[in-house]
C-alpha cells in the first residue's frame, strides 16, 4: 500500500488544518457550543467554500469527486479541532447514501445543495430497541394509493434536529429483524406528523429523537430497491466508522500534544514534571497506542469503499476495536497527567476524551466490534 499523499491530498490536509489551526481554536469552539443551534452555520459554508463538503461528490453535482481516502484526510484534521457542525452525519451518512443509492433525479436535486451548504441530511436508522444491529428495524413503510405511509421511532438521530432530509429507514416487508424487507426513504422537515427532538450529546455534538405517526411520502422519495435496502445500510454504517476512525486518530494525536505540553511545562519540586522517567513512559505508550490507531484507520479507509462485505466488515470491525482500545487508554493517561486540571470544562484535555469515549460507543463500541469481528462471515 503506497502510504504517499498525492497533491490534491497534500492540499486538502494543509487546508482543513490550517482552517482549524485558525478559526477553530478551544475557544471559538466554546462559543459554538454555546450558541442557540450549537454549531456555526458560519463555518459551515466557510466549509462549502473550501471545497470540502463536496469532496466525495461528483463533479457533475458540483464536488471534487475524490475518495474515501481523500476524505479522512479531512476528518483526521476535523478530530483536532472537535467540530461539533454536522459533518459525518451530512457528508459522509447522508451524501453517502444518495450517492450510492439514489436515482439521477434525487442526486442532481441533493448532491449539489449539500457540496455548495445549503443542505444539512441525517440518517434516522437506529430504534429505541435496536442496540447496535443493523437489521432491527420496527418502523414500517405502508404502500398506498399516493406513495407510502411511514409509522415509528428514530433513536439518536446524529444531525437529526438541523436535517432538511432524514433519509429514514422502514420496513417494508419480513419480520423485525430480517435483512430483507428493509427501505429507505427520504422525508422533508416540516412532513405532518414527523416529530424532532433534539439535543446535546456528551461531547457536544446534536443528535435527535425522530417520530413518524402517519407520515406520507410520495413513491419518488424511496431511495433505492424497495425491499433491498440493506447492502447500503450496512456500508453506509461502515463508512461512518470509517470516519469516526480517522476522526479519533486526530483527536488523540492532539490530546497526546496538549498532554505532551503539560509535562513540559508543569513544574514539581523545582522540575518539570515530564522529566520523571515513569511519566516518559506512560507517554511513550500514548504515542504508541496513536500510531496504533493511526494504523487501523488507515486500514479501515482503504477498505470503506470495497464490494466485499465480509472482507469490509472484518477490516472495519478491527479497526473500531483497535480506536476504542486506543482511545480509553490515551484519554485515561491524558486525564492522569494532567490531574485536576484534566477535568474541568476550561480546558480542552477533558473534552477531547469526551468525544473519543463517545466515538467509541457509537455505531457499536470495542466489545461490539470484536464479536463482529470474530463472527463475520
Not at 144 to 172: H, P, Q
Not at 256 to 284: A, C, W
Not at 292 to 300: T, V
Request: glycine share 12%.
Amino acid at each position: 500500500m503506497d502510504f504517499s499523499l498525492s497533491d490534491t491530498q497534500q492540499m486538502l490536509r494543509d487546508t482543513a488544518a490550517r482552517l482549524i489551526r485558525e478559526r477553530y481554536g478551544f475557544e471559538e469552539r466554546a462559543k459554538i457550543l454555546a450558541s442557540e443551534e450549537g454549531f456555526s452555520r458560519k463555518m459551515w459554508a466557510t466549509f462549502a467554500e473550501l471545497g470540502l463538503l463536496g469532496v466525495e461528490i461528483p463533479e457533475e453535482h458540483g464536488g471534487i469527486g475524490g475518495t474515501f481516502q481523500d476524505l479522512a484526510i479531512v476528518l483526521e484534521a476535523f478530530g483536532r479541532g472537535m467540530v461539533v457542525e454536522p459533518f459525518i452525519p451530512t457528508v459522509v451518512l447522508g451524501a453517502g447514501l444518495i450517492r450510492a443509492a439514489g436515482s439521477e433525479a434525487q442526486k442532481s436535486e441533493l448532491l449539489p445543495r449539500v457540496a455548495e451548504g445549503g443542505m444539512f441530511l441525517a440518517f434516522a436508522h437506529g430504534e429505541p430497541k435496536s442496540r447496535y444491529s443493523l437489521t432491527h428495524v420496527e418502523t414500517t413503510a405502508k404502500r398506498d394509493a399516493n406513495g407510502y405511509r411511514l409509522d415509528g421511532a428514530k433513536a439518536v438521530v446524529l444531525g437529526g434536529d438541523c436535517a432538511d432530509r432524514l433519509i429514514v429507514s422502514a420496513r417494508t416487508a419480513g419480520k423485525t429483524s430480517d435483512r430483507e424487507g428493509l427501505s429507505l426513504f427520504v422525508v422533508e422537515r416540516g412532513a405532518p406528523g414527523l416529530k424532532i427532538r433534539g439535543y446535546p450529546t456528551v461531547d457536544g455534538t446534536r443528535a435527535a429523537e425522530v417520530t413518524l405517526e402517519g407520515v406520507r411520502v410520495p413513491s419518488s422519495a424511496l431511495l433505492g430497491p424497495e425491499g433491498g435496502a440493506f447492502p447500503f445500510i450496512q456500508q453506509t454504517i461502515d463508512r461512518g466508522i470509517a470516519a469516526l476512525c480517522s476522526e479519533a486518530v486526530g483527536n488523540m494525536q492532539a490530546l497526546n500534544e496538549v498532554t505532551l505540553d503539560y509535562l513540559k511545562t508543569r513544574t514539581q519540586f523545582g522540575v518539570p514534571i515530564g522529566s520523571f522517567q515513569v511519566l516518559q513512559h506512560h507517554m511513550v505508550d500514548m504515542y504508541i497506542a496513536h500510531e496504533q490507531a493511526k494504523s487501523m484507520a488507515i486500514l479501515a479507509a482503504d477498505r470503506a469503499d470495497s464490494t466485499d462485505a465480509q472482507a469490509r466488515t472484518k477490516a472495519i470491525s478491527a479497526a473500531k476495536v483497535q480506536i476504542g482500545r486506543s482511545g480509553r487508554f490515551i484519554g485515561q493517561w491524558a486525564i492522569q497527567l494532567h490531574g485536576g486540571i484534566g477535568t474541568t470544562m476550561e480546558y480542552n484535555a477533558g473534552h477531547y476524551f469526551k468525544r473519543l469515549t463517545t466515538i467509541d460507543r457509537t455505531f457499536g463500541d470495542a466489545d461490539f466490534h470484536l464479536t463482529r469481528f470474530a463472527t463475520a462471515t
